[in-house]
């Protein structure tokens, strides 16, 4: 049973900074293509925010570029999102997802962290 645990969600004021975690359990990390960070606030569809391929490339939304950063452990089995001057608009449920190689989208998904920018 594949499991994607998401950690490091909360409050920060605006200009500050988090880190969220994800670890798989349940699949290899060469079985897994790419990883992505999506969010969704109320009222709004979920967004994708980043995505890292097995090879380290990396793509961002425009609202986030130049102040997240996604990361990849292969050896952890660890997707990180590091974000860095959090504005209040960041506030969301973030989730992680994984596509697997057996896949042609994402497949396996978190649970949520909340986060929230206050101003």
């Known amino acids: 049973q594949v499991q994607l645990v998401e950690s490091g969600g909360g409050l920060v004021h605006a200009g500050g900074s988090l880190t969220l975690s994800c670890a798989a359990s349940?699949?290899?990390?060469?079985?897994?293509?790419?990883n992505a960070w999506f969010r969704q606030s109320p009222g709004k569809q979920r967004e994708l925010v980043a995505q890292?391929?097995?090879?380290?490339?990396?793509s961002y939304a425009d609202s986030v570029k130049g102040r997240f950063t996604i990361s990849r452990d292969n050896a952890k089995n660890t997707v990180y999102l590091q974000m860095n001057s959090l504005k209040p608009e960041d506030t969301a449920v973030y989730y992680c997802?994984?596509?697997?190689?057996?896949?042609?989208?994402?497949?396996?998904w978190g649970q949520g962290t909340q986060v929230t920018v206050s101003s």
């Open positions: 997802a994984a596509q697997p190689t057996t896949a042609s989208a994402y497949k396996y």
């Open positions: 349940g699949i290899a990390s060469n079985s897994i293509n790419n």
């Open positions: 890292i391929t097995n090879d380290g490339r990396t």
